[in-house]
């Protein structure tokens, strides 16, 4: 078993994607399933019938390793048995699980080259990340709109 604050419980292919930190180790986990979507349906995750809320502390049966689909290391396979609600987490508790860094998932673009994982080694993979940011300005970029 793993306890993790949740810290993302998002849609994914009708079903969802949760993923946390790992309270002992700080390290990001991110539950997924052996579907081919790897998505976490509502038979795996409700908890008494109710959805995992961002800052509950969960504990769910992981195995130690699971597919880095080629950049997400924080993924580990579910096993069987039920998720539990443990407790809450404060926001200002996260703070100690926060990264002091300016570079936000590995550079300063808007994406990361998929070049970027064949030549870098896996234990400095990381696909998501909690930035302690002080100073934060959102800005609109009327010239760089994708299509």
């Not at 039920?82 to 100690?96: F, N, S, T």
Request: positive net charge; hydrophobic residues 35%.
């Amino acid at each position: 078993m793993r306890r993790i604050i949740c810290l993302a419980n998002s849609y994914k292919h009708n079903e969802r994607c949760i993923a946390g930190i790992d309270i002992e180790s700080g390290a990001w986990i991110r539950p997924v399933s052996n579907r081919k979507d790897r998505a976490i349906t509502g038979t795996m995750r409700l908890i008494n019938g109710k959805e995992p809320h961002l800052l509950d502390i969960l504990e769910i049966p992981l195995d130690n390793h699971g597919p880095d689909e080629g950049c997400q290391p924080e993924n580990r396979l579910i096993k069987p048995g039920q998720w539990k609600i443990v407790g809450r987490i404060k926001p200002a508790k996260l703070l100690e699980y926060c990264e002091d860094d300016s570079i936000i998932l590995h550079n300063h673009k808007d994406r990361i080259s998929p070049d970027f994982f064949s030549s870098t080694p896996k234990e400095k993979w990381k696909s998501l990340q909690l930035i302690r940011a002080p100073n934060v300005e959102f800005r609109h970029d009327f010239f760089n709109r994708r299509k």
